[in-house]
């Protein structure tokens, strides 16, 4: 039996849950879905330039699992521009989400 997932704090607001392609409908592509605690990880490492122990402590959790979930964003996020595929962000039940 796996451990429960730990509350992770998310503090971002989105504009769009959904980048796509130009020029080809949302029908036709494949789908990347990025998770909300992946968006923050972004947003903390990539945007605001934290190193990873202080985004970690921002989003309670340790640095080892925010490594692993900024690494899992970036790869999902290089599929979706290399491959030409939509990346949708899905929010989780289980995220904590603020405002900023």
Known sequence: MSRPKKCRCVCCKLQSDCFKPRGTPLTD???VTLKMDELE???L????GLYQKEAARQMNISRATFGRIVEAAHRKVAEAILHGKALRI???ESTTRGTT
């Open 90 to 92: 899905e929010s989780e």
């Open 45 to 48: 490492a990539d945007v605001e």
């Open 29 to 31: 592509l494949d789908q």
């Open 41 to 43: 990880a972004l947003r």
